[in-house]
């Protein structure tokens, strides 16, 4: 399956055949002008090759036949591919999302590939045998990538559960899976290394999302107790006139949840913010809001869940008719 191209920039890599048929010189490849970066391949000198496409690209070149890109060198492909010019977040970025930012952890560019076939060690890359169909692989800008079902499948099954789910929810929102493909790859390798975390990552998952921190506050609100929400819910006021899109919702009682990042820091936002919140208890939901302390450290989760928890215990004894309905994502 061949897909269109990514909007990774490719390093101008060159292999000592491709060279000698450009008619450059060994002499010229151990100058000052290429750089070596693996056994047989050069790259011209200053050229970026320790960011993550860099690496990504020079892995690549690297790859026999039968070997593709996986888990989140994979997803970052499809994610730069397929998100919206105005879709900024990264959430591949060659690290685990968790919710201590500072203990992130690097991860190795993933090559897939079926049990059959050879690949010289490379630092930095980690080789993963594991059969593959035809149509789990895809050709996305000229890389080879595991397609997106199968790479949401192995993304979910090695990765633990938290990140797991932060990964399905960010390929369920750029609407490369859907929960019932990714159900179905794995009733049909019940067997297979990690198919249990998947399962609950994916029954953690949900569409709509739209970051990680948000992930990750719905994470700490079910463990919390609370009912499953809704997210990103559309919010209407008695006259069906738009009040608000909530991150998390709970329809029975009313409770809301935000999650304010960097970008409700400027005074201009909060006062937007605060304005937004007062329509939306005039309209009788209930609101409590977290930021990045409430994720980020273990004190900080325990005191937000237990905020959450006061607040949703309010929210049911205060239920009365609401002014409002819940309607559909513009």
């Known amino acids: 399956m061949e897909l269109d191209g990514s909007s990774l920039e490719r390093v101008p890599t060159l292999t000592s055949a491709e060279a000698t048929r450009a008619g450059i010189g ?8 290429y750089a070596r970066v693996r056994r047989g391949l050069y790259v011209p000198v200053g050229t970026p090759c320790d960011d993550l496409d860099g690496r990504t690209a020079i892995t690549v070149r690297m790859l026999p036949e039968g070997f593709v890109l996986g888990g989140w060198a994979a997803a970052r492909v499809h994610e730069q591919a397929h998100r919206s010019q105005s879709d900024e977040l990264e959430v591949f970025d060659g690290r685990l999302p968790e919710m201590d930012s500072d203990a992130r952890v690097a991860l190795p560019i993933l090559v897939c590939a079926s049990r059959p076939g050879r690949l010289r060690p490379q630092p930095g890359v980690r080789v993963f045998r594991s059969d593959l169909e035809p149509h789990e692989v895809a050709v996305v800008g000229g890389l080879p990538v595991t397609a997106p079902t199968r790479t949401a499948f192995d993304v979910a099954r090695l990765w633990p559960l938290e990140a797991a789910v932060v990964a399905l929810d960010r390929l369920r929102a750029l609407g490369l899976v859907a929960a019932d493909d ?4 794995l009733a049909e390798r019940t067997g ?3 198919v249990g975390v998947a399962r609950r ?13 948000e992930s990750m506050m719905r994470l700490l609100w079910h463990r919390a107790g609370l009912p499953r929400p809704v997210c990103n819910g559309v919010v209407l006021d008695e006259h069906g006139s738009f009040a608000g899109r909530v991150d998390l919702l709970d329809i029975a009682s ?3 949840a935000e999650y304010d990042g960097s970008f409700h820091a400027s005074a201009a936002r909060r006062h937007a913010d605060a304005r937004r919140q007062e329509l939306l208890e005039h309209l009788g939901l209930t609101v ?3 930021n990045d302390p409430d994720i980020a450290t273990a004190a900080g989760r325990r005191a937000w869940q237990a905020r959450v928890r006061r607040a949703y215990d309010r929210a049911r004894a205060d239920r009365r008719p609401g002014r409002w309905t819940l309607g559909t994502t513009p």
């Open 201 to 213: 990552a994916l029954d953690l998952s949900q569409d709509g999302v739209e970051s990680p921190r």
């Open 254 to 256: 009313g409770l809301v």
């Open 192 to 194: 297979w290394r990690g």
């Open 182 to 185: 990714v159900a179905a790859m």
């Open 26 to 33: 060994r002499w010229q490849l151990a100058g000052r002008s």
């Open 288 to 290: 409590v809001r977290a």
